[in-house]
């Protein structure tokens, strides 16, 4: 008896099919879950390093307080200018769209560290300055930057310690820089720094109100200042820099 041969499309291969087909999306399905773990895994590692920034940008930010604390510390009347300064600058660059690294607040804090080279006789002599401690007190910007020359993680912000000195007219310090040549944060630094000494009591003389303080920093836009840095600086209202100071009071 001579057997037939299978049809092709016979029941057995339907079944073979049947059976490769769900083999396939077996692996499918294993090859899926696979890459979900593989994507949580991800994300995890993601997370954890996340934490670590965060962590190590906190404790980069404590080393900078603590140094900035340092310097401050010899100077009373100031109280918590370099913080107070960091919050206005960053809020100053921001509305005047620029880049605002996490390392710009740092050079903000640290701006004055060069001090710490120049004797109290010097740094808090109540009458006139002779040139040569002029010459002394000008040089506390080049040696703030030599002190921090080393110190990778402070990126550009060495530019603003470097450089928060310098007119926007070219008649500042140390380098003499005109006007762009003046690293943006340093041009923002120059308006925060003035705002926070006209707005707080110094030996001297009485704080003005925010309504003066625009008006004095309005008056050196284009000598002093970057116009484009005080028109910026001109949008954000006091209600937003009084909210800063009392949270670096
Ligand atoms: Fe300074």
């Known amino acids: 008896m001579s057997s037939q041969p299978r049809s092709q499309s016979g029941p057995d291969t339907v079944a073979a099919l049947r059976a490769r087909l769900e083999r396939l999306e077996h ?21 954890q390093e996340r934490v670590r920034a965060q962590e190590l940008r906190r404790s980069y930010k404590a080393t900078v307080l ?54 109290d006789a010097v740094l808090f002599k109540p009458g006139r300055l002779t040139e040569e401690e002029r010459g002394v007190i000008s040089r506390h910007p080049e040696i703030g930057s030599e002190i921090l020359r080393d110190v990778d993680f402070l990126g550009d912000a060495k530019l603003v310690v470097r450089h928060h000195h310098e007119r926007w007219d070219g ?25 926070d000494a006209l ?9 003005v109100g925010w309504d003066e303080a625009r008006r004095e920093i ?22 937003a820099f009084a909210y800063l100071r009392d949270a670096n009071a």
Request: proline share 5%; no cysteine; net charge negative.
């Open 171 to 195: 008649g500042g310090y140390p380098d003499g820089l005109i006007g762009e040549e003046i690293p943006a944060a340093a041009r923002v630094f120059a308006v925060a720094d003035t705002l």
């Open 27 to 47: 692996e499918a399905a294993l090859r899926q879950r696979q890459l979900e773990r593989y994507a949580a895994d991800l994300r995890e590692v993601f997370k």
């Open 199 to 207: 707005t707080t009591d110094r030996p001297y003389r009485a704080a």
């Open 218 to 239: 309005e008056r050196h836009s284009g000598t002093q200042f970057d116009p484009a840095i005080v028109n910026a600086y001109a949008g954000i209202p006091d209600e």
């Open 66 to 119: 603590a140094l900035s604390n340092a310097v401050e510390a010899r100077d009373a009347y100031t109280g918590q200018h370099a913080e107070r300064v960091a919050a206005y600058g960053m809020r100053i660059a921001h509305a005047a769209g620029i880049r605002v690294d996490p390392e710009l607040e740092f050079g903000f804090l640290l701006h004055d560290v060069g001090k710490v080279a120049v004797p």
